[in-house]
């Protein structure tokens, strides 16, 4: 079985700061695709920003300029820099992976458990 862990959320101010990370782990043949959702009370899932194998990276137009995602592929995780965080970042987020368990098995889509970031003075 594949298990992603995410860490990092909280509680931070407006301007400040935040780092997401998620770690899979289990039996990982390759990750190709990563990225990290967001969802909102009441709101629908939305995509915060994903980054592919060769690292090529894809942002939300709301967070552009101040969120930057990055991988570690030893580890099989990937990170979430959150700067100058606003009040309307604030939701649960989650991360997501395409992962191959073995050769010849195709790729499946695995998500973590949600964490929470608010944004409030």
């Known amino acids: 079985q594949v298990q992603l862990v995410e860490s990092g959320g909280g509680l931070v101010q407006p301007g400040g700061s935040l780092r997401l990370s998620c770690a899979a782990s289990?039996?990982?043949?390759?990750?190709?695709?990563m990225g990290w959702f967001r969802q909102a009370p009441g709101e629908q899932r939305e995509l915060v920003a994903d980054?592919?194998?060769?690292?090529?990276?894809n942002y939300a137009d709301s967070v552009k300029g101040r969120f930057t995602i990055t991988r570690d592929n030893a580890k099989n995780t990937v990170y979430l820099q959150m700067n100058n965080l606003k009040p309307e970042d604030t939701s649960v987020y989650y991360c997501?992976?395409?992962?191959?368990?073995?050769?010849?098995?195709?790729?499946?889509?695995?998500w973590g458990q949600g964490t929470q970031v608010t944004v409030s003075s």
């Open positions: 997501e992976m395409t992962i191959r368990r073995r050769l010849w098995v195709g790729d499946n889509d695995y």
């Open positions: 980054i592919t194998d060769a690292g090529r990276t």
């Open positions: 289990g039996t990982i043949f390759s990750i190709s695709t």
